[in-house]
T-cell receptor
């Protein structure tokens, strides 16, 4: 069975500091991984997906199949990055599994 | 473009009552999902559908039923509500871009429905 683990429920950094949100997965097939973000009073939305290899709002994530990880990184955190972040895994048969989420707080 | 719309947005039920949450999407997506969000437990998949007339169980299906009679609608039913079903419910839909057998499409979410069972 597929599983997504986000070990940190809460993460707090100061503005301008680097930030890394961890995500580990378990899945026997070839995974498709995503990061979603939920800002206060807004709906969940896609931040980035590994297949696109894109950088959104300064965030990047690299899929490491050896370590089964898909950590989200940003070199200089901004206050507007404060939000709930979810790592998600798409598998065959259309299933999308989410981690427990990490609440990021960026302090001024 | 409305995207994914959930109704109702708020509801208070008494234990044992029944209700239905409606999810509607106007993006012609094949896949639709129902999740519940609880503090400290993230998003848990209740049921999902890969096409009109099909449904499948997710991680936490007990106490819920679903139907996908029309492609654009995905209904979540609670036949006999329990306090443990107090939660925020999210509907999502997805495109069906595929790489091999895996859906690479992103999920589009509704605003959520907050349900309280007393």
């Amino acid at each position: 069975a597929q599983r997504v683990t986000q070990p940190e429920k809460l993460l707090s950094v100061f503005k301008g500091a680097p930030v890394e949100l961890k995500c580990n997965y378990s899945y026997s097939g070839s995974p498709e991984l995503f990061w979603y973000v939920q800002y206060s009073r807004q709906r969940l939305q896609l931040l980035l997906r590994h297949i696109s290899r894109e950088s959104i709002k300064g965030f990047t994530a690299d899929l490491n199949k050896g370590e089964t990880s898909f950590h989200l990184k940003k070199p200089f955190a901004q206050e507007e990055d404060s939000a709930m972040y979810y790592c998600a895994l798409n598998t065959n048969a259309g299933k999308s599994t989410f981690g427990d989420g990490t609440t990021l707080t960026v302090k001024p | 473009n409305a995207g994914v719309t959930q109704t109702p947005k708020f509801r208070v039920l008494k234990t044992g009552q029944s209700m239905t949450l409606l999810c509607a999407q106007d993006m012609n997506h094949e896949y639709m999902y129902w999740y519940r969000q609880d503090p400290g437990m993230g998003l848990r998949l209740i049921h999902y559908s890969v096409g009109e007339g099909t449904t499948a169980k997710g991680e936490v299906p007990d106490g819920y039923n679903v139907s996908r009679l029309k492609k654009q609608n995905f209904l979540l039913g609670l036949e006999s509500a329990a306090p443990s079903q107090t939660s925020v419910y999210f509907c999502a839909s997805s495109t069906t871009r595929t790489s091999g057998y895996v859906n690479t499409g992103e999920l589009f979410f509704g605003e959520g429905s907050r349900l309280t069972v007393l």
